[in-house]
């Protein structure tokens, strides 16, 4: 039967857990940057009115564009404004849950737990 490696630092009691520790945080922290920098370049679009409103956001929230048709313009403001906010609701809640996903499959994959689900 082999003998089990010996951490080097085992000598020095917890300080082996606490490099490991501080090792794996690093790495978190350049994989969850890495992430960010996704996020912010992942464009996403949502489609409302059958096509008359799309907005498209990145994958952190911040709109970058919204698209109008003529044949909604022509119902006038009102029906602008609603349709619009309609598309921004529907783009945010796309860009959110995309980032969710995104995280949450970052803080499996370091064994972090995960928030219960939402109702």
Do not use: C, W
Not at 70 to 90: H, K, N, R
């Amino acid at each position: 039967m082999a003998d089990k490696p010996k951490n080097p630092l085992g000598g020095l009691g917890g300080l082996g857990n606490i490099m490991d520790a501080m090792k794996k945080a690093q790495e978190f922290t350049t994989v969850a940057k890495d992430l960010q920098d996704q996020l912010k370049n992942t464009e996403i679009e949502a489609s409302v009115r059958d096509g008359q409103v799309k907005v498209t956001m990145t994958a952190q929230q911040v709109p970058l564009k919204v698209e109008v048709s003529d044949d909604l313009v022509a119902l006038g403001s009102a029906e602008v404004s609603a349709a619009v906010t309609e598309g921004v609701i529907a783009a945010h809640s796309k860009a959110t849950e995309y980032m969710k996903q995104k995280m949450g499959n970052l803080t499996k994959e370091f064994g972090i737990p995960q928030p219960p689900p939402q109702k």
